[in-house]
């Protein structure tokens, strides 16, 4: 059997009881490594496991899937996926290999907390969020601005809407690569600060208000960590707002945003003032 | 310190292993237990953390938090919540409250698996969604009809919708209550089908061609336990389904369904050749 087990979204123990005991005793494990990654590294996961654990890397997941399922069909193999198994595509697209699988592979998913939901934390209601948007490192030729059109439509309703940011954790350095050299660049995460200042670029082209320098939003850094921050304010402020070590997300408030939810929001403002005075003015009913 | 943490969606062993330490040492456990149950009951809780359980129901909570928060800022308190602390707006609420107790109680969140991200199970991408919905129980003379507009604001951008389906577990006997007698009606669970069948009922009224009888839908019950159900169908063969025991949500499908969400999705058809069929006819891009 496959099991497809969360680890949640900070340490190593963060992972459910029963994923610990499946992970004990599988044959073989896995770590999807990079669609997310946790704050602690694989040689402490291997330890507290008791397990070797093999970093399975995009490569690996989609052109070398039958390594990963090799005597699946009779054995135990656990892959990992950080966070929530569904949060990303491998999941379904391993899956439906195990059922085309000759003979069938069952599989078996432990679902564990996903930032899709820990960004709760942040007090704005999960009722209340339309759909979840990625953001990609912007680079001098490329500035993909489609996101831009995911959150209008999330806003034209009045919702708020979850940026997920951009991770490179093995990217080719493209000028090795063209000497014939593959050498990986070191590992990059969008910061809060980045994110925000993308959707300003956007906003300055585009001009449709939805992501201007008076927006509110709320920036979060290492959830369901110990040391997880959490900092709202205007996209302006939080294009200057540091929030330390990786991983960060975003969430850019929508005009329906509820009184309760502004109560709780706004002790976490850079500056509260500022925050009750925007709130006041653009978004309270 | 206030610690709320998140136990998961199916039994005792979903909650994660730091959960699980803190549960251990606290001094008084409490398990929230009206927005949710877990698939065991308290008795099996208690055996496995060793620990007395008390459960909150909603008057407690809403009303003599004061008993829950008795010594939180020197001591460890735990409030167990089934899924993710955030699924409910309760852990705000409380948290809000510990910032505004005299002296202030420090709170720390362990997030844990919600239906929200575990619905992926179905091989709809978490992306695809839009705002979640409740679908609450009709009554005889109480038709809330609301849903349907939410639901509308999603097809019309194309997203799934994700309808979270009613519980009572602790409702007074209105009858009995009317004689001066506080009883309780045994706890109800709302199906996949009765939600089905509210969305047909509504649907003959307001005629907008949002939940009618051909569009497609996915039921999924006990989800994270290792007899979880997918069915998927259109709304009229849902609401014919059995899904067996709770918990059940629904899915219904937006336009915006993919083609490998299909692939995966038509795996768990009552009628394969008739979902297809109504797929290519409707959905298909």
């Given at each position: 059997m496959l099991h497809i087990i969360g680890l949640g979204?900070?340490?190593?123990?963060?992972?459910s009881v029963k994923g610990l005991e499946v992970i004990r005793k599988a044959e073989r494990v896995y770590l999807e490594a990079y669609t997310a990654v946790l704050l602690v590294d694989q040689a402490q996961l291997e330890s507290y496991y008791g397990r070797p654990v093999i970093l399975a890397d995009r490569e690996m997941v989609e052109s070398k899937s039958d390594e990963i399922l090799a005597g699946a069909d009779e054995k135990d193999v656990a892959f990992l996926v950080v966070g929530d198994p569904f949060g990303a595509t491998t999941h379904t697209d391993l899956a439906l290999r195990c059922r085309q699988h000759e003979p069938p592979i069952p599989t078996r998913t432990l679902p564990n907390a996903s930032i899709l939901t820990a960004v709760g934390a942040t007090g704005l209601s999960l009722y209340n969020f339309g759909q979840t948007v990625s953001m990609v490192f912007f680079t001098e030729d490329w500035m993909p601005s489609s996101f831009y059109d995911r959150v209008a439509e999330n806003t034209g309703l009045g919702f708020h809407t979850l940026m997920l940011l951009d991770i490179k954790v093995k990217e080719p350095d493209l000028k090795a690569l063209a000497r014939g050299k593959i050498i990986y660049e070191p590992p990059r995460f969008m910061t809060v600060a980045q994110c925000a200042a993308q959707m300003l670029e956007v906003e300055e082209e585009r001009?449709?208000?939805?992501?201007?320098?008076e927006a509110l939003a709320v920036g979060v850094a290492r959830?369901?960590?110990?040391d997880q921050q959490i900092v709202a304010g205007t996209l302006e402020e939080l294009a200057g707002a540091d929030l330390g070590k990786p991983l960060h997300s975003l969430v850019l408030c929508g005009k329906k945003m509820h009184e309760l939810e502004w109560e709780y929001v706004r002790g976490f403002a850079m500056d509260q003032k500022k925050f009750d005075d925007v709130w006041k003015q653009n978004y309270k009913a």
């Open positions: 979204l900070a340490d190593e123990k963060d992972v001009k449709q208000g939805i992501c201007s320098k959830l369901g960590s110990d």
